[in-house]
């Protein structure tokens, strides 16, 4: 007994965030949320955005008004390497995102510094935009008075010298606005901040739904040549294209929505995981943190999630690409089974091809899933799993003992 008190207070490890912070746990967690929140990005542009409504299309408008308005004497100031101008396909948002996700994490950097310390970088960097907004017609308009010796005001070239740094502070407010979800993501995961995932959350969703509205075909109509530049989904559901074990059930369209549904919810499950836990431990007190059980149920905890965010959110995904195709499923199986036209003539009706096919194939596989639970013995088999799960479980516990003997 005395022996298991003395383990108790010098345990090896503990729930101090200084040290639960850099456990490999969290930190999967954190690295799992930002693949999450990349691989959302890149589905989102490329399924909405890429060739339709990107930023380079509108830095690239921007630069011909600066070349034409100036006579070629100004351009966008901002390199082409660094907005993705010229580039093809994704490669128009690699080097943005890279930058976008430096800056969320430079955010978030500074979120851990102390205030005084954040005030003075805040103080920094407003006096260094001041300086390079207004600092070279400062300079020039005093030089040339004093030089002349007369009060006057500033010339055209000086007015022109705005020019530049206007322009920058245009281009990234353009970069900005895009790669906001990249940049409020990366600060929130990184910096702890449930407001910057939520705001990543809902600028992501607030787009997505104003695209779908602007994409309903009556609104499309009505603004002519400017909807026909947003990509929207075929009304109709094409020939599916992906699936499982060689069967095909969904398109590729039906896939980058799923997709993009399933990362989101890692996104978020995970960005606000880790802040939920980091808390929790903050809050135990001093005596928990450093008592082992407290340290293995920590990290009990932190597996299962890690577990459950692998397998039950990747089991959505395929369950949902099972629910949607299902129909397919299972006239092919009324086919097979009976060799007549009449599951060919309704897989080939415009209903199921439609919206409503999608609505029926879900009901389909409800009901389906609903009867199941009068014919498979969920109970026993909920009992084999966690019968292996406290195997599983016993084996790690045993493991971590070893590690305080």
């Known amino acids: 007994m005395a022996e298991d008190v003395q383990i108790q207070s010098e345990g090896i490890r503990s729930l101090h965030l200084r040290i639960l912070r850099k456990q490999w746990q969290i930190l999967t967690l954190q690295v799992i949320a930002t693949i999450a929140l990349v691989w959302m990005y890149l589905t989102v542009f490329q399924t909405y955005v890429l060739n339709s ?53 430079g955010m978030a950097f500074i979120s851990f510094q102390t205030p005084e310390r954040q005030q003075k970088i805040k103080f ?17 308009w005093s030089w040339d008075m004093l030089t002349s010796w007369d009060l006057k005001p ?28 990249i940049i409020l993501g990366t600060k929130g995961i990184w910096g702890l901040s449930r407001r910057s995932i939520g705001w990543a959350i809902g ?32 009304t109709q559901v094409g020939e599916p294209e992906v699936g499982l074990f060689g069967y095909e059930m969904i398109t590729q369209e039906q896939f980058s929505l799923i997709l993009i549904a399933v990362l989101l919810m890692v996104f978020q499950e995970s960005g606000f995981a880790v802040i939920r836990y980091l808390e929790y431990a903050y809050r135990l007190p001093e005596s928990c943190k450093k008592d082992p059980e407290y340290v293995r149920q920590m990290d009990n905890i932190l597996n299962g999630h890690i577990w459950h965010t692998g397998f ?25 089974i009976s060799g007549s036209q009449w599951a060919n003539q309704v897989g080939e009706s415009i209903e199921l091809q439609l919206t409503y096919g999608l609505v029926i194939s ?44």
């Open 362 to 405: 879900a009901l389909l596989f409800l009901l389906l899933t609903a009867a199941l639970r009068f014919i498979v013995p969920w109970q026993r088999v909920s009992g084999w799993v966690e019968y292996l799960r406290q195997r599983v479980k016993g084996a790690e516990e045993e493991e971590v003992v070893k590690t305080y003997v």
């Open 154 to 181: 500033p010339s055209t070239e000086q007015w022109d010298s705005l020019v530049w740094p206007i322009s920058i502070i245009i281009s990234l407010a353009v970069m900005g606005f895009y790669f906001l979800p």
């Open 53 to 105: 409504i990107d930023h380079t299309m509108l830095l690239s408008v921007f630069n011909n008004f600066l070349v034409n308005e100036s006579g070629g004497e100004h351009s966008m100031p901002l390199a082409e390497w660094m907005t993705g101008i010229g580039n093809s396909g994704l490669g128009r948002v690699y080097m943005p995102l890279i930058l976008g996700a430096v800056f969320g994490g």
């Open 312 to 336: 039950m959110l990747g089991g959505t995904g395929v369950t949902t690409m099972i629910a949607l195709g299902f129909h397919r499923m299972l006239l092919d199986f009324v086919d097979g």
């Open 203 to 234: 600028f992501t969703l607030i787009f997505l739904a104003i695209h779908a509205i602007l994409t309903f075909p009556l609104i499309m109509n009505e603004l002519g040549t400017s909807g026909n530049q947003l990509l929207s989904l075929e």
């Open 124 to 140: 920094g960097l407003t006096g260094f935009v001041i300086i390079i907004l207004v600092g070279p017609l400062l300079l020039g």
